[in-house]
């Protein structure tokens, strides 16, 4: 049982080594891999347009984005579709 669980234990290293050469584990990714040109524009990315996370808008502000739900584009899988204009003023549906 003992040299069963050692030979798991180093093949598990073994394998941690070649992937650590490699630069395919994970871990070496994370804590190794340094910063290149393109992250460094990803991060502009995010700086500059916010959180990618859906907005939630209360439905007094809804109602006002749709003109009262004046303009019906179709049915969608939860509902009607309604034409909207965002404050900024990009259209939404």
Same mark, same amino acid.
């Given at each position: 049982?003992?040299?069963?669980?050692?030979?798991?234990?180093?093949?598990?290293?073994?394998?941690?080594?070649?992937? @650590? @050469?490699?630069?395919?584990?994970?871990?070496?990714?994370?804590?190794?891999?340094?910063?290149?040109?393109?992250?460094?524009?990803?991060?502009?990315?995010?700086?500059?347009?916010?959180?990618?996370?859906?907005?939630?808008?209360?439905?007094?502000?809804? @109602?006002?984005?749709?003109?009262?739900?004046?303009?019906?584009?179709?049915?969608?899988?939860?509902?009607?579709?309604?034409?909207?204009?965002?404050?900024?003023?990009?259209?939404?549906?």
């Amino acid at each position: 049982l003992g040299a069963g669980m050692m030979g798991i234990i180093i093949t598990c290293a073994i394998i941690c080594i070649f992937r @650590k @050469k490699n630069n395919s584990s994970i871990l070496w990714t994370i804590c190794c891999r340094k910063v290149t040109k393109s992250d460094q524009d990803l991060e502009a990315i995010i700086r500059n347009y916010g959180s990618l996370a859906p907005k939630r808008y209360s439905f007094p502000n809804v @109602k006002k984005m749709t003109n009262s739900f004046k303009d019906e584009l179709g049915q969608g899988g939860y509902g009607r579709v309604y034409k909207g204009k965002l404050s900024d003023g990009r259209l939404v549906a």
